[in-house]
């Protein structure tokens, strides 16, 4: 079983910068992609920005340029550089770590994050 943990949440400016972390633990597979997703109220769970071991990146098109995703593969942990924040981020962001090949899926319990005047 895989474990993940986010920090770095919490209530921000518009304008504000924020950066997530998310360590994994347990039963951590070989080879594996991690990243955020986030989840508005009343809106569905959207890909943020992910990245491979290799590092490959996939971001959303409403967050480039503004987030940085990031990954340190000796400590198993995944950032997300979050800069120039709108009220519009207000969301609960999740991590997440897809084993590649099964794609098999494991999810953080969420963090926070409130941007706000």
């Known amino acids: 079983q895989v474990q993940l943990v986010e920090s770095g949440g919490g209530l921000v400016q518009p304008g504000g910068s924020l950066r997530l972390s998310c360590a994994a633990s347990g039963s951590i597979p070989s080879i594996y992609a991690m990243g955020w997703y986030r989840q508005a109220p009343g809106k569905q769970r959207e890909l943020v920005a992910d990245m491979t071991r290799g590092g490959s990146t996939n971001y959303a098109d409403s967050v480039k340029g503004q987030f940085t995703v990031s990954r340190d593969n000796i400590k198993n942990t995944v950032y997300l550089q979050m800069n120039s924040l709108k009220p519009e981020d207000t969301a609960v962001y999740y991590c997440?770590?897809?084993?590649?090949?099964?794609?098999?899926?494991?999810w953080g319990q969420g963090t926070q994050v409130t941007v706000s005047s």
């Open positions: 997440n770590l897809k084993k590649l090949v099964t794609l098999k899926d494991y």
